[in-house]
C-alpha cells in the first residue's frame, strides 16, 4: 500500500513538472519576440522552474529510493535559478546598464561546480575503483579539447583580458559537464544517465551561447536559445529524478557498455586532434595570436600526455596484475593437481584399505565371527573355520546354538557368545576358547564376536608357574650356598686366626724373650752365648716368616700375585698332573689386561675344578683353557672321567657339595655365565665366561668342597 502511495505521489509530481514543461515552450511559442522587449519574463521563467524543479526534488529526497546525488542536482538547479533571478533585476525595466564580460563572471564558476559533484557520485556508484583514473583522463583530454575549441568560437578577435578570461571560463563550464555526463552515459547507458546527458548537452549549449553574446558584446535578454534550455532543464532533470529509483546499494557496479570504452578513448583523441587542427589553422591565418595559439597547444599536449601517463599506468597495473593472476593460476593449477593427487591417493588409499580389511579379516589368527541381532552367522573368517573344522558354507548362515550342537565341543561352548568361555574336544584334547563382543551399530545392529584360542596360554601359564617353582627352588639353593659360604668363610678365618697364634705369634713372642736375655748377657758381657742365641732367634724368625708364607699363599698365592693368572694357572696344573698321576693339558689365548679380583676368581674356578676331578672324576686327562677374546674371559676346565648326572646338582647341595653351586654364584656375581656340560661315562667339562670389566664380590670358594 505505501509503495502504490508513494507511485502515485510521484506520477502527480511528474505530470506537476510536465505541464510546467509544457507551459513553458508554449509561452515561448506564443511570446515570440515579446520575450526581447520584456526579458523580465524570461528570466521570471527561469526563476520559477528552477524553484518548482528544486521543490520535487527536496520531497523525492524524503522518499526511500531517491539519487545519491539528486540533493547536489538540486543545488546546481538552484544556481541556476538565482542567476535567472539575478539577471531579473538587471533586465528590469528602466534599467540602463551595460552587462558585459567582468571579474564578476568568475562566480559562473560555482554552479559548474556544483553540477560537477553529482559525477563524482556517480562515477563512484558506478565504475569500479581501477578504472576511475582512466576514465577521468579522458573526460579531462575532451574537456581541453572541447574547451580550446569553445574558446576560440566565443572569444572576441582583438577582445581584452577580461573578455579573454569570460571566454575561458564559459568555455570550461560548457564542455566539463558535457564531456562528464557524455562519458558516463557512454560508459553505462542507462536511461537515468543518458537523460542528463541530453540536459546537461542543452545547458552547455546554452552556456556556450550567452558566452559567445556575452563576451562579444551582443548580449540580448530573453534569448530563446539561452532561457529556454535553462528554463526546461531543470523541469527534465527533476522528472528524471523523481521517476526513476536509484540503482540498488546490494547490486554490483553497472556493467560498462560493449563498446563504451573504445570509443570514449577514440573520441578523446579525436577530440584533441580536432582542438590541435583548429588551433593550427587559426595560427596560420593569424586569427589567433602566436602566444594563445602556444598557450592552447601546450594544454592540448598536457593533456594528451596526461592521458598516455594513465594507459601507461593502467597497461603497467594490468601487466602485473596478468602476472599475479597467472601466478595464481599455476598456483591454483598446482594446488588443484595436488588436490587431484591427493584425492587419487585417497581413493587408493580407501580401496588397499578395503582390501586389506578384508585381507586382516581372511588372515587375521584369531576367528572373527559376525552374528545379526538373532545371534545367526552373518559371516566368518577362515581362522574361525579351521578352529572348528568345518567350511565356510556349512558355518555361514547357521544359528551360534546350531553350529555348536553340530560340533564336539562341551555345553559352554554354546554360551561362548554372553560368557567369553567355551571348549572344544578335537582328537580326545581339549581346545579352549575365550571371546569378545563388540556391538556393531546399525539397523538392524549386529555383533562383532572375537574367538581365540587360548590353549597355548593354558599351557604357557602352567610352564610359568613351573618356572616360578624353579625360581623358588633356586633361591632355596642359593640361601643354602649363602649359609654355607659364610659358615666357610667364619671357618676360614677362625683357621687363619689359629694358625696365626699357634704359628707366627708363638714364635714372634719366644724370639722376644729370646732377645731380652740376649740383652742381659750382652750387659753382663757373655758375648758367646749371646750370639748364639742370636743365631738361634734368626732360625726361629725364618722359620715363622715360611709359616706366614704359606698361610699366605691359601688367600692369594704368590705366585698369582708375583706373576699373573697364566703362569699360575699353569704351574698349579702342573703340579696336579705331577700329584694325582693325570695326564694335563694348557692352552692359553689372551693379551687382555686381566683385573686383579677377575685373577682370583679365575684362579680359583681352576683350583675348585682341579678339586672336583680329582675327587670325583677319576680321569687320566685334563684339560685347561684359558682365553680372552670380546672384552671376556674364558675359563674351560674339562676332563674324560666318569662324569655324572647334571639333574643331581640339587641333590649334591643338599648333600652338603657346594663346591659347583658356589663357583656358579662367585662367576654370575660378577655378571658372568657358568655351565656345567657332564654326562655320566663321558666326562666333564666346566665353562666360566667373566666379563673383563666387571668387579666380582669379594667372596671365596669353598675351595675343598665338592
Not at 559352554?412 to 579352549?432: E, F, K, V
Not at 604357557?460 to 649359609?483: G, H, N, W
Not at 749371646?530 to 698365592?557: C, F, H, W, Y
Amino acid at each position: 500500500m505505501a509503495t502504490r502511495s508513494l507511485r502515485a505521489r510521484a506520477l502527480l509530481i511528474t505530470a506537476v513538472l510536465g505541464l510546467a514543461a509544457v507551459g513553458t515552450v508554449v509561452a515561448y511559442t506564443l511570446a515570440g519576440d515579446e520575450m526581447h522587449s520584456r526579458p523580465e519574463l524570461a528570466d521570471g521563467l527561469v526563476l520559477g522552474t528552477g524553484l518548482l524543479s528544486i521543490a520535487a526534488i527536496l520531497y523525492r529526497l524524503r522518499s526511500p529510493g531517491s539519487w545519491k546525488s539528486a540533493k547536489f542536482i538540486g543545488l546546481g538547479i538552484l544556481a541556476i535559478a538565482t542567476a535567472g533571478a539575478v539577471f531579473l533585476v538587471l533586465d528590469a525595466p528602466g534599467t540602463d546598464r551595460v552587462l558585459g564580460p567582468s571579474a564578476w563572471d568568475l562566480l559562473f564558476l560555482f554552479g559548474a561546480a556544483v553540477f560537477l559533484m553529482p559525477i563524482k557520485i556517480e562515477f563512484a556508484d558506478h565504475f569500479p575503483k581501477e578504472d576511475r583514473r582512466e576514465i577521468s583522463a579522458d573526460v579531462a583530454l575532451i574537456s581541453a579539447a572541447l574547451g580550446c575549441i569553445a574558446y576560440l568560437s566565443i572569444r572576441p578577435p582583438d577582445g581584452t583580458g577580461v573578455a579573454q578570461m569570460s571566454s575561458a571560463i564559459f568555455a570550461l563550464m560548457a564542455v566539463t559537464a558535457f564531456a562528464a555526463y557524455g562519458a558516463l552515459a557512454l560508459w553505462v547507458p542507462s536511461p537515468a544517465h543518458l537523460g542528463q546527458f541530453a540536459i546537461i548537452g542543452a545547458l552547455a549549449a546554452s552556456v556556450v551561447a550567452f558566452g559567445n553574446d556575452w563576451v562579444n558584446g551582443a548580449y540580448v535578454p530573453g534569448s530563446t536559445a539561452v532561457n529556454l534550455p535553462l528554463a526546461l532543464g531543470p523541469l527534465g532533470l527533476a522528472i528524471l529524478i523523481t521517476i526513476i529509483p536509484r540503482r540498488e546499494a546490494s547490486r554490483p557496479f553497472a556493467r560498462p557498455a560493449r563498446y563504451g570504452r573504445p570509443i570514449l578513448t577514440t573520441a578523446a583523441v579525436a577530440a584533441a586532434c580536432a582542438a590541435l587542427g583548429v588551433v593550427a589553422n587559426l595560427a596560420i591565418n593569424h586569427n589567433v595570436r602566436a602566444i594563445q595559439a602556444s598557450a592552447l597547444i601546450g594544454l592540448l599536449g598536457a593533456a594528451v600526455a596526461l592521458r598516455i601517463l594513465v594507459n601507461q599506468l593502467r597497461s603497467v597495473h594490468a601487466t602485473r596484475d596478468a602476472a599475479i593472476a597467472l601466478d595464481q593460476k599455476e598456483a591454483a593449477l598446482h594446488e588443484t593437481d595436488k588436490a587431484l593427487a591427493r584425492l587419487q591417493r585417497a581413493n587408493e588409499t580407501l580401496r588397499e584399505s578395503e582390501e586389506r580389511l578384508r585381507l586382516v579379516f581372511e588372515a587375521a589368527v584369531d576367528g572373527i565371527v559376525e552374528l545379526d541381532d538373532k545371534d545367526v552367522i552373518v559371516r566368518a573368517n577362515e581362522a574361525f573355520c579351521q578352529m572348528i573344522d568345518l567350511p565356510h558354507r556349512m558355518v555361514e548362515g547357521q544359528p551360534w546354538t546350531a553350529l555348536a550342537a553340530a560340533i564336539e565341543a562341551d555345553e559352554s561352548l554354546a554360551t561362548l557368545p554372553t560368557t567369553g568361555q567355551g571348549t572344544l574336544r578335537r582328537d580326545g584334547n581339549a581346545i579352549y576358547l575365550e571371546s569378545r563382543i563388540s556391538e556393531i551399530p546399525g539397523d538392524p545392529p549386529r555383533r562383532l564376536l572375537l574367538v581365540r584360542d587360548v590353549t597355548a596360554a593354558r599351557v604357557a601359564d602352567q610352564t610359568i608357574r613351573s618356572l616360578f617353582k624353579f625360581l623358588q627352588d633356586r633361591d632355596e639353593d642359593r640361601t643354602r650356598i649363602m649359609r654355607r659360604t659364610n659358615a666357610a668363610i667364619e671357618s676360614e678365618r677362625n683357621r687363619i686366626a689359629r694358625d696365626l697364634h699357634d704359628g707366627p705369634v708363638q714364635g714372634v713372642s719366644a724370639a722376644s724373650l729370646s732377645l731380652e736375655a740376649v740383652l742381659l748377657m750382652l750387659k753382663a758381657g757373655e758375648l758367646e752365648e749371646g750370639t748364639e742365641i742370636l743365631s738361634k732367634v734368626r732360625r726361629e724368625l725364618s722359620e715363622e716368616a715360611d709359616n706366614l708364607r704359606r698361610l699366605m699363599s691359601g688367600l692369594r698365592p704368590p705366585l698369582l700375585e708375583e706373576r699373573g693368572l697364566i703362569p699360575a694357572i699353569r704351574e698349579t696344573l702342573a703340579k696336579f698332573g705331577r700329584d694325582a698321576d693325570i695326564e694335563t693339558e694348557f692352552v692359553s689365548r689372551t693379551n687382555a689386561e686381566v683385573p686383579a679380583d677377575l685373577e682370583t676368581l679365575a684362579y680359583r674356578i681352576v683350583q675348585e675344578a682341579l678339586s672336583n676331578a680329582s675327587k670325583h672324576s677319576k680321569a687320566s686327562h685334563v684339560n685347561v683353557t684359558v682365553e680372552g677374546l670380546a672384552g671376556q674371559l674364558r675359563i674351560e676346565v674339562s676332563d674324560d672321567g666318569i662324569g655324572f648326572d647334571s639333574q643331581q646338582a640339587r641333590e649334591f647341595l643338599r648333600m652338603g657339595r657346594v663346591g659347583l653351586a658356589s663357583m656358579r654364584e662367585r662367576v654370575e656375581l660378577a655378571n658372568g655365565t657358568f655351565m656345567v656340560h657332564a654326562t655320566p661315562g663321558k666326562g666333564t667339562t666346566v665353562l666360566a665366561t667373566l666379563p673383563l670389566d666387571a668387579v666380582p664380590a669379594q667372596r671365596e670358594l669353598a675351595v675343598n668342597e665338592a
